[in-house]
């Protein structure tokens, strides 16, 4: 079982979603999970210039680290994202990697995976941010298991350590996920109205997104 945590605060050591999302990864490898961090502010990804090829090739055509992170991140059976609230939502490192899922999301290339969230913020915005992040990672087929959204006013070291082996918890409790295929029926529900959705869309673009329209059909959901 393999499980990636995706960060979006820029602080490196510093940052305290880092700190979180490590955490998390720890408990999931109480439960024998492999696990692999990705601090996306050091990743070269770079801003989708919404050309569209990515449903034509079922890849992006920019050279940088986002198809062979995406890549792996297939190969995996869990994702965590975590990201501080930057005036009032994610940050820019975070959204710039959702730019770039388009085709994920039309082809909910993540199904059958499972993930969870957390948001940190000082006093605001974390129920926002968190809520979003859940709503991409439903809408590219991972069943979100659960999530932290919490404010650290900062230096509460007791309460941080309590966050800390809340983090740990929640680690576990998605390796046991994943290792017993839990089901959400409400995610399920709505991850098939989206595919009927984007079936459509995808059928009157068939001729020119011609990678979709294979995986769909493959699929087996046309
Ligand atoms: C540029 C910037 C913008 C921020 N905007 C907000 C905000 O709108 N609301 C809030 O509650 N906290 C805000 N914060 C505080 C961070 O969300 C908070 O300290 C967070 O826990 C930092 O996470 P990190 O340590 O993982 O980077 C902001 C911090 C920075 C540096």
Same mark, same amino acid.
Not at 49 to 52: E, L, P, Q, S, V
Not at 58 to 65: A, R, V
């Given at each position: 079982m393999k499980i990636f945590a995706l960060c979006g +605060?820029?602080? #490196? =050591? =510093?940052s305290r979603t880092a700190q979180l999302l490590k955490q998390v990864l720890a408990g999931a490898q109480l439960e024998g999970a492999e696990t692999e961090y990705v601090d996306l502010s050091e990743s070269k990804i770079n801003y989708c210039? $919404? !050309? %569209?090829k990515c449903h034509k090739l $079922?890849? !992006? /055509?920019? #050279?940088? +680290?986002f198809n062979s992170l995406f890549g792996e991140i297939l190969q995996a059976e869990g994702i965590i994202l975590g990201s501080p609230v930057y005036a009032g939502h994610i940050t820019a490192q975070l959204k710039t990697w959702f730019d770039r899922l388009a085709n994920a999301i039309h082809c909910q290339r993540l199904a059958g995976k499972y993930g969870m969230v957390i948001s940190t913020a000082n006093g605001s915005g974390h129920e926002d941010a968190a809520n979003y992040m859940e709503k991409v990672l439903r809408r590219i087929g991972v069943q979100v298991v659960d999530r932290m959204a919490c404010t /650290?006013? $900062? %230096?509460l070291l007791p309460e941080e350590a309590e966050l800390l082996s809340r983090a740990r918890d929640l680690g576990v409790t998605l390796a046991r996920a994943i290792a017993e295929k839990r089901e959400f029926p409400e995610q399920l529900e709505e991850q098939e109205r989206l595919r009927n959705h984007y079936r459509q869309v995808i059928l009157r673009n068939k001729d020119v997104w011609e990678w979709e329209y294979r995986y769909i059909q493959e699929k087996g959901w046309l």
């Open positions: +605060s820029p602080r #490196k =050591n =510093n210039f $919404g !050309c %569209g $079922g890849e !992006c /055509i920019q #050279k940088d +680290s /650290i006013p $900062g %230096g």
